[in-house]
């Protein structure tokens, strides 16, 4: 049974940091191409973040490039999104989520958007306020 689970989001005061984690089970991150998203309240989801991990490949929203960086340890079958200079608009619910197509793990094509994955977790809040 594939499961994504997120941990890892709280409040922090501006310009600090946070590191989300999302823990794969029920397949391996080779297989998978992970993506981070958000989603604030009264607004759509954005897509942050992506890696494919068995292409060593990342890709980044424009709005984060520069300050959250993503990586996986395949070992632990968990991927982190490590987030630096906190902005209060990066508050959100952050979703961790798996893709299976072969052009988003290969070539990185289309990572932001939603209906290209195929499972979602629950979601962690993050707060940015001082």
């Known amino acids: 049974q594939v499961q994504l689970v997120e941990s890892g989001g709280g409040l922090v005061q501006p310009g600090n940091s946070l590191r989300l984690s999302c823990a794969a089970s029920?397949?391996?991150?080779?297989?998978?191409?992970i993506g981070w998203f958000r989603q604030a309240p009264g607004k759509e989801r954005e897509g942050v973040s992506c890696?494919?991990?068995?292409?060593?490949?990342?890709y980044y929203a424009d709005s984060v490039k520069g300050r959250f960086t993503i990586s996986s340890d395949n070992a632990k079958n968990t991927v982190y999104l490590q987030m630096n200079s906190l902005k209060p608009e990066d508050t959100a619910v952050y979703y961790c989520a798996a893709s299976s197509k072969r052009l988003v793990r290969r070539f990185g094509a289309r990572w932001s958007r939603g209906n290209e994955y195929d499972y979602w977790g629950q979601g962690t809040q993050v707060t940015v306020s001082s």
């Open positions: 029920g397949f391996t991150l080779d297989d998978y191409a």
């Open positions: 890696i494919s991990s068995l292409y060593g490949s990342t």
